[in-house]
Every structure is written in structure tokens, then in C-alpha cells.
């Protein structure tokens, strides 16, 4: 992993310090739909005023286009944007007009598993004091990242309904759990760990492995073989585990014992939206889903949000921070520095949406953070 172009995932990566901004990288932008289009809107404008050498190609891939000519992913579109683009930076997907949500599932699931973009790296960050619903909790109380397991688990759709509608009816919903999918997202959390300090510059020490395996013997076990043999490769780092709800509890009665957290598809969804609490609510949470080596994308956490969208409310700045966290794995420090900084600062000068406190609209949000940018 070290040696590729994909050795940065969000945070600080101590090998990235001082490095110079990269050559040119090639975007692929694909908005969404609801608040999706909204919030890409004005990521891109600060991606356009942090002059990062970069170029941009948007994609109408969502749902009106699904509703227009029945398309969701275009023929070859996972290989094209594998083949012809540096990233992606992705919105949101979810219409109430599509009622099987069968884009959705096309185009996300699909870019995660058929670009086997097997890591989800979702950073947590309070950038201010006041944006976290805990009591005397500052911003560097809250500064961990989880890794989340992103082509496997409940969310593959294996599993069937028999006898529907009866009273007979039977639903499975298959929990897909291989050793290869497991050790790789273990040993992505050690390497993080290894690669990466925590915003004040002191080094990662710990990997938290977070399971049910008390309840879900099978599944469980495996991640738990594997964690402890991966483990031994990393004499350096503290290896630590906790079940799932055991893990719920802590994160709201102390967050700054956590670090880096290793966890599957869905308990990882789970966590982070509980993690997106901390940091001032989904509007703040930005995420990569990574393939090193590979074209990787990147996403708000938040969805498409139907009840928000189109009134310019959505807060944009999980997509900003989401653009300067992909700017920093393609290598644009500088830029992603200046981002970073900037929706820091309108935080804290509450140049925000209504969501986080302030007065300004998704635009004018948005607005603020890119001329602050230029
Ligand atoms: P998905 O399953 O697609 O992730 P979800 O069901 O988790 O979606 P979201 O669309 O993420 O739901 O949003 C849930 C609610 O959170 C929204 O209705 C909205 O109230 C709030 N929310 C989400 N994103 C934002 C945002 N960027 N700004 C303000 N509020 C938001």
C-alpha cells in the first residue's frame, strides 16, 4: 500500500508532509440526486477555487436519468471510470420517484463492489467544541477514523424471500464474510495506523476491532482469527476489540479513547452515523472508499436526504471536507490544507447552514468557504 499513489486516506499521512502538489488528476464528478447535486455543487466550486490541477468531468448518472432512458450505469461505465479517471466524487443516490431504489443500488453499491473498493475510510473530526452534543468534549477529544468493510457482509443481497405475503413468509438476508475480504480490511487498519498521525502530529497507536462475535459465532470468529494473526505483524500498534453495542456506548460516554476502528459493512454504516453525531451531524462527515492502487471514490456519509432537498438547506461541508480529503490522496496537500482550514474557519465564525447553528443556505455556504479558498 505504502508505495502506491493511494498511501493517504484522509487524515494526516506522515509520509504526505511537505510533499509538493501532483501532476494533473482527472475527476470524475457524478452529483446524484436530491441534496446531492446540491452539495457537489459547491464542492466543486472550492475545488475550482483552490486552483488544484486538476481536471473535472460530471457524469448525470441518478435518478432522473434512470427515469429519462431507463439508464443507471452506462455500458462499460464501472471499467471507463476505472480506466479514465484519477477519482470520483459522488453525491448522493435515492429519489422517492424510484421506488425500488434499483439506481441507487446499481451505481453505488456497484462502484463499491465491482470496483472492489473494499476499504471505506470515514474519518471523525469535531472541528468545534460547539458542534458535538456531549459535555466538555473538545475537538481533540474526537479524532479517530473508521475503516469499514465495504464489498462484503449484509450488503451483498444474498439471501432470499420465500412464500412472500403469506403468513408462512421466510426472509434470509446472508451475512458474506471471506477470509480474504476480512484479513484485507484488518491489515488496511494497521497500515492506517502505521502511515497516519492525529491532527495535533502525534503518531496512531491503536487498531480497535469492533464485532458481535458473542452472538454471531461464525462470522465473528473469522474476523476474530484473523485480527489476532494480522495483529502479530504490527508489534508496534495496540491491538484492542469490542462488541458492536459495548463500542455504541463508549463512543457517546468517552470518544477520545478511540483511534483507529476496524469493523464490517453494516456495523461500520452503523457506528458512523453515531460517529457523524459527534462531529455535528451527517452534514459534516466526509468518506473515501478505497482500492489502493485503483481509481477510488469519494462521497459525502450523508444520503440523498428527500425531505431537505431542493430548498438549500443541505449543509455542504461533509462534500467539501469529502473534496479535500480526496485532493490529499491525489496528492494535493496544499489545496486540501486550504479547504480543510477553510470550513474551519466558517465554523467557527458560524458562516454555516441553519444544521450546524448558522443563518447561510447550501449556496451561500458553500460561497463563503470557496472565496475564504481563494
Ligand atoms: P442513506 O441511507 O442514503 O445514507 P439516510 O436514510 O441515512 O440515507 P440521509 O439522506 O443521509 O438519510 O439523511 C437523513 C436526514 O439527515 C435528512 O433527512 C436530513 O434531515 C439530515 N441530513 C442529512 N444530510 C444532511 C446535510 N448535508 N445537511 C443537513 N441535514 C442533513
Known sequence: MSSTKNDKKGTQSRKSQGRKSAEKKRIAVIPGDGIGKEVIAQA??????????????????????YLRDGTTVPADGFAMLARDFDAILVGAFGDPRVKTN??????????????????????????DAALCPLKGIEPKDVDFVVLRENTEGVY?????????????????????????????????????????????????KTVLMCDKSNAMTHAGGL??????????????????????????????RDPRQFDVIATNNMFGDIITDLAAGLQGGLGMAASGNIHPGRTSMFEPVHGSAPP?????????????????????????????????????????????????????????????VASRVR
Open 102 to 127: 434499483i439506481h441507487a443500488k446499481e451505481i453505488l453499491l456497484g462502484m463499491r463492489f465491482k470496483m472492489d473498493l473494499y476499504a471505506n475510510v470515514r474519518p471523525v473530526r469535531l472541528l
Open 308 to 368: 431537505i432537498a431542493g430548498k438549500n438547506v443541505a449543509n455542504p461541508f461533509g462534500a467539501i471536507l469529502t473534496v479535500a480529503m480526496m485532493l490529499r490522496h491525489l496528492e494535493f496537500e496544499k489545496e486540501a490544507d486550504k479547504i480543510e482550514a477553510a470550513v474551519l474557519a466558517a465554523v467557527r465564525e458560524k458562516k454555516t447552514t441553519q444544521d450546524i447553528g448558522g443563518t447561510l443556505g447550501t449556496k451561500e455556504a458553500g460561497e463563503w
Open 44 to 65: 466543486v466550486k472550492v475545488i475550482q477555487a483552490a486552483s488544484a490541477n486538476v481536471e473535472l468531468t460530471e457524469f448525470d448518472w441518478g435518478a432522473d436519468r
Open 223 to 252: 474476523w476474530q482469527r484473523t485480527f489476532k494473526e494480522v495483529s502479530v505483524g504490527y508489534p508496534r500498534i495496540t491491538a484492542q476489540h469490542m462488541y458492536v453495542d459495548a463500542l455504541c456506548m463508549q463512543m457517546v
Open 156 to 204: 451483498t443481497d444474498a439471501g432470499g424471500v420465500f412464500k412472500q405475503g403469506t403468513p408462512d413468509e421466510i426472509a434470509t438476508q446472508e451475512d458474506i464474510n471471506t477470509r480474504k475480504g476480512v484479513e484485507r480490511i484488518i491489515r488496511y487498519a494497521f497500515q492506517y495506523c502505521e502511515e497516519h498521525s492525529k491532527l495535533d502530529g502525534s503518531p496512531r
